[in-house]
């Protein structure tokens, strides 16, 4: 054929099989479910904020009263100015945590690893407490503070750095351990110093990564609500303003505006970090040859002494939370008793709320992992549809965007609404489930895309070549070579359902309350031990289903796996 004749054949599409149809199908049907449960919620909240407490359109009327109100508008500045300080000292701590394991020969390293770990467990309110026992007016160590007061932007700069640390640390371990040792070879072999290399070397080869930790913590800590709740006083904050105005005032209109004005930095957060990702180029290349520390005493003893100090802070902030749950009356009978674990005298949802977590984190790793590892492999694994894979992955990156009461707030003015026919989830466990799985949809995406992206695209067009349905290549092949990663997002799943507190407290009911809103409504009414209480029974619930989780992923990895050993 000649290559005139050649162009002008005609392009032959392939044909669209009956798989495709269900995948597509598939697809369309979890991307419903995203719009109704983030899209849908957020129009029904900006709405919100147009209109007045008779729900007539105001225009922006709300939004120049919160602009106008001194008392609402410097939130604004006070949010920026403690997110900025602890967001630069997270930073600097967590960057010479890592550097440290990565970077030296210190022993027990694996011990740090885990110690970095221990803030994930504990709900945001939970160290704030402890800050108070340490800090506070009656604190043990109140007067390291210099006369300074705890209950402000100092507690909750100190409160955010310890709720953050292992998110930025964990980002920063990642992005020193891709390290190419040719080329400190070669910095060395160049003559070149050891400050010299940290700076043309190091850094540079870790900027995407430091860019990333810094907009993460940037995002977490201006969207907290825990921290500032319990060390902020009278200093608000954009998250407390927003359950003040709706909880304190029952000014909903109000807390939407509010809501919008936290959700515009967490988005321009999220877009930077997507921006920035975007750049970053393969850093390790075939050739490569993994960094290796080489022993310095000096070095090693310095790095060992500040991830101790480090390690004993964090240790002392969940020891002092354990000790607020047993001791009698703070500071004056410092016995211990295990009255506090009695909740049932206390203001706040009893064991029910315990058990309701449980029960909400249990429907929400296992719905959400469900849902979570089957719409990444349909936008992974499924053949052409290229746009409406491109937009469902777009759908599945908005909820990391969201603040929790942001989306918590939302949830109330759309399912709320008596014109919805989906009313009937109001205050109900399910909502709660839906509303968690939604919240921390992306991060669990994410995991399960980078798993299915090492699978080599072979296993699907073997399948077909076979006639198989898909459904059982996922089944049968995608589910157990994918398996660590399937248990790793129910782990992440659980946990975060245990110890979230923002998406959550404006949805639950008298019958629905959960042990992280619990420790906030006993801390409210004063009842802090209790409220420690409460608190540690989430650590050691996250905790035992961690080490769960553990000896499973061990035992069926060993079943599962064996393919990986050689």
């Known amino acids: 054929m000649s290559e005139a004749a050649a162009n002008t054949a005609p392009i032959v599409k392939p044909k669209i099989s009956r798989d495709d149809w269900i995948m597509r199908g598939a697809m369309i049907l979890i991307a419903l479910y995203l719009l109704i449960c983030i899209a849908f919620p957020l129009y029904a909240l900006l709405s919100k904020s147009f209109e007045n407490a008779q729900g007539e359109f105001i225009g922006l009327k709300n939004y120049i009263t919160y602009l106008t109100t001194p008392a609402l508008s410097w939130s604004i500045g006070n949010s920026f100015k403690v997110t900025l300080m602890a967001t630069v000292i997270v930073m600097f701590v967590a960057f010479i945590y890592a550097y440290a394991l990565t970077r030296s020969c210190m022993p027990f390293k694996s011990l740090f690893k885990g110690i970095a770990l221990v803030p994930i467990l504990m ?22 503070l210099f006369g300074a007061e705890l209950y402000g932007p100092i507690g909750i700069v100190m409160g955010e750095v310890f709720y953050v640390f292992p998110h930025v640390m964990t980002i920063m371990l990642i992005s020193m351990s891709l390290s190419d040792a040719r080329l400190y070879e070669a910095s060395e072999v160049l003559g070149a110093s050891k400050i010299k290399t940290f700076f043309t070397v190091t850094l540079p080869s870790m900027r995407y990564g430091l860019v990333s930790a810094f907009f993460v913590a940037f995002t977490l800590i201006i969207t907290d609500f825990g921290v500032p709740k319990v060390v902020g006083g009278q200093y608000n904050v954009l998250a407390t303003d927003v359950y003040k105005q709706v909880v304190g005032r029952h000014d909903f209109q109000m807390g939407a505006v509010v809501s919008m004005a936290l959700l515009i930095p967490a988005v321009f957060a999220f877009i930077a970090d997507r921006i920035v990702q975007r750049k970053q180029v393969a850093l390790l290349s075939a050739r490569a040859v993994p960094f290796q520390p080489k022993p310095s005493k000096a070095f090693d003893r310095i790095m060992l002494a500040f991830c101790s100090l480090i390690g004993f802070i964090i240790l002392s902030i969940l020891a002092m939370a354990a000790f607020a749950s047993v ?183 008298s019958d629905t309350s959960l042990a992280s809103v619990a420790v906030l409504n006993m801390d409210d009414a004063g009842d802090q031990s209790p409220a420690a209480a409460m608190g540690m029974m989430i650590v050691c619930t996250a905790a035992g289903v961690r080490l769960l989780h553990m000896i499973l992923t061990r035992g069926i990895q060993s079943r599962t796996q064996a393919w990986r050993k050689r």
């Open 327 to 509: 001791v009698k009356f703070w500071p004056y009978n410092l016995s211990l008793t295990t009255k506090h674990y009695n909740f049932k005298l206390m203001d706040g949802g009893g064991w029910d709320s315990y058990y309701n977590s449980i029960e909400l984190a249990t429907w929400t790793a296992i719905f959400g992992t469900a849902i979570v590892f089957f719409g990444a492999y349909l936008v992974e694994k499924s053949r052409g549809f290229q746009q409406g894979r491109t937009a469902m992955q777009a759908l599945c990156m908005v909820p990391m965007a969201v603040p929790g009461l942001v989306l918590g707030l939302a949830y109330v003015f759309f399912f709320n609404s008596p014109d919805n026919p989906l009313n009937f989830l109001y205050h109900t466990m399910p909502i709660l489930v839906i509303c968690t799985i939604t919240h921390f949809y992306t991060v669990a995406h994410l995991s399960a895309v980078t798993a299915l992206k090492q699978m080599d695209p072979e296993f699907e067009a073997v399948s077909q070549s076979l006639k198989a349905p898909f459904y059982k290549t996922f089944w049968r092949v995608t589910v157990p070579v994918c398996t660590p990663a399937v248990l790793d997002i129910s782990m992440y799943l659980f946990v975060n359902a245990m110890t979230t507190v923002s998406a959550v407290v404006f949805l639950y009911s």
């Open 123 to 144: 709900p945001s309110l939970l160290p704030a407490i402890a800050l108070v026992f340490f800090f506070g007016n009656q604190g043990i160590i109140k007067e390291w």
